[in-house]
């Protein structure tokens, strides 16, 4: 079955700077890529996705990169603010397995001032 | 519109013990997924029900199962519980009448103590 690998497991970046999550999977047929937002105590919160039929995506300071071929993608925040520290989870799904959707172990991330 | 409800928000019970919980899926949903996340770590896959059938399941033993309703709501139950059933249980839910890979939207969850 699938298998996500995240790294790093914790992140600490400046106030304004750019983070980066990077993940890896298994499953060559797995096409759909969630990211999750979890703050301490509340429920993951999808931030962005991406499908296989495309190599980037990007929503204001959150972008995504696909790589089919090396089966890894990245999470990408820039310029960023206090409220963007949390866990953060990549996860994979693929179409032979019923799309259930397999996350990573997670990555903290902290913002200092 | 609600969203994913889930029932209760906390729970403690006793190893051997049996439980039951809750969810309402997101109005215009029609499939449910159960996640067990235990304390720093990602949630992991229990399993899908759609059309009121298990869909797709993870790696977890009998003791864990659940049913859909005509509603599209969902309960997960739990027998035999033993310590390490302590966890988060999150309740997803999507709309799979629109195809394939649709996203799934979270619950609070159920916290779960086993003494």
């Known amino acids: 079955g699938e298998n996500v690998e995240q790294h790093p497991s914790t992140l600490s970046v400046q106030e304004g700077d750019s983070a980066v999550i990077k993940c890896t999977y298994s499953?060559?047929?797995?096409?759909?890529f969630p990211w999750y937002k979890q703050e301490l105590g509340k429920r993951p919160q999808l931030i962005i996705d991406?499908?296989?039929?495309?190599g980037e995506k990007k929503d204001q300071r959150i972008a995504v990169t696909l790589n089919k071929t090396a089966k890894h993608f990245s999470l990408h925040i820039t310029e960023t603010q206090p409220e963007d520290s949390a866990v953060y989870f990549c996860a994979a799904s693929s179409p032979i397995e019923d799309d259930k959707i397999i996350f990573g172990k997670g990555t903290r991330l902290h913002i200092l001032p | 519109d609600a969203g994913v409800t889930q029932s209760p928000t906390h729970l403690i019970k006793t190893r051997g013990q049996q439980v039951t919980l809750r969810c309402s899926p997101k109005s215009g949903h029609d499939t449910v997924s159960w996640y067990q996340q235990a304390l720093g770590q990602g949630p992991q896959f229990i399993f899908q029900?759609?059309?009121?059938?298990?869909?797709q399941r993870g790696n977890f033993p009998d003791r864990f199962s659940g049913h859909q309703f005509p509603n599209y709501s969902s309960e997960l139950n739990v027998n035999a519980l033993l310590l390490g059933d302590s966890a988060l249980y999150l309740c997803a839910s999507s709309f799979l009448g629109g195809g394939d890979n649709q996203p799934q939207h979270f619950g609070d969850g159920t916290r779960l103590s086993i003494l």
């Open positions: 499953d060559s047929a797995s096409n759909y």
């Open positions: 029900y759609y059309e009121e059938e298990e869909r």
């Open positions: 991406i499908r296989s039929n495309v």
